[in-house]
């Protein structure tokens, strides 16, 4: 994953066909490990593409795929307002436990897979 963030990186600024020195050289900017065998495959792969239409093309594959949505909250019964404060908390709860997960996912965006 670091390997495909560092050639965007690349891109990103200007690159439009990062060699595989380039690739390092972002990589050793934040102190990541870079592993020639994957940068080679990387690139043997998406020699000759056109890198916005394979974004295009994954962005579509990745529609449909499902994202799990979220659980529904059943209704209070009438006349039981105890009940309503309930679920609020629960989805304070859920919404924090989301924040954690997210900051996880970013500070392991370049670690080994």
């Known amino acids: 994953m670091k390997v495909v963030a560092a050639y ?3 891109i990103l600024g200007g690159n439009a066909s990062p060699s595989a020195d380039d690739v390092k050289k972002i990589l050793g900017s934040v102190g990541a490990e870079a592993d020639d065998n994957k940068i080679e495959l990387l690139l043997s792969q998406l020699k000759g593409k056109d890198i916005t239409d394979l974004v295009a093309s994954g962005k579509e594959k990745l529609a449909s795929v499902p994202s799990g949505g979220s659980a529904a909250v059943a209704a209070p019964a009438a006349g039981t307002d105890a009940a309503a404060p309930g679920p609020v908390e ?4 859920e919404k924090v436990e989301e924040e954690e997960e997210d900051d996880e996912f970013i500070s392991n965006i ?4």
């Open 8 to 10: 965007m990186l690349a």
């Open 90 to 93: 629960e989805k304070k709860e």
């Open 110 to 113: 370049f670690d080994e897979e």
